[in-house]
């Protein structure tokens, strides 16, 4: 096959190898995108659950505005008119994220009004490992709400990861195949430019050896073409 036939092909299949590449790290990266947006809408729905059972409890009227506000990508804060009873509302999270199927460590805390504080609640796993966890520091309050809890998802990003484990085990295997056919087309360019070198060099060597055997072979018609020579049958030979 012809080198520029075969530059082509390689130029041809990295492209297509790129291109794979591309659109499988687009396609992790948008599944990735559309699970933490299911993620954020089901916790909305189980915290307004929540505020609407502590103001059925309270019996009073929930805010028409504001009520759930996520201020960072795990950490949410829900706006109530009424105070919170921290066990009672422990047990409503629960239960909540429980019914839809959010199966991540959580952590939530209550605005105290007469401390101006955030007092912490309580760490609450709800998966089965027995990991250690680290209780946060940097609960941020809010001046523009009076009645209020926080909840965070400090195991957000690895609850995520953890419900993606097909696509993430199918892009694993597919960039393992691409790397295997990638070693394979190198192992072959390199066996065809060993191939090329071993030609060239018994080309050459057969060159060389052609040039002083036909050289020997005019010598050697020139020298029988001498009458001496064929008249002695010992220097003929």
Known sequence: MPNNTIRLILILGSLAIAGILFFQAFWVIKTFDTKEEDF??????????VAEKIADYNQTDLPKNNLIQRRSSNYYSVNVNSAIDANILEDFLIRSFNELSIHTDFEYAVYDCASDNLVYGNYCSL?????????????PKFDDLIYYFVVKFPSRKSFLINDMRVTVLISVLSFLAIASFMYAIWFIVRQKQ??????????????EFKTPIASI??????????DQVADDERLSK
């Open 127 to 139: 998966t089965e490992d027995d990991d250690t966890y680290e209780r946060s520091e940097d609960l």
């Open 194 to 207: 060993l191939t090329d070198l071993q030609k060239d060099f018994i080309n050459n060597m057969t060159h």
């Open 217 to 226: 072979k005019i010598a050697s018609g020139v020298l029988m073409g001498a």
């Open 40 to 49: 954020n809408q089901q916790v909305m729905i189980a915290l307004r659950q």
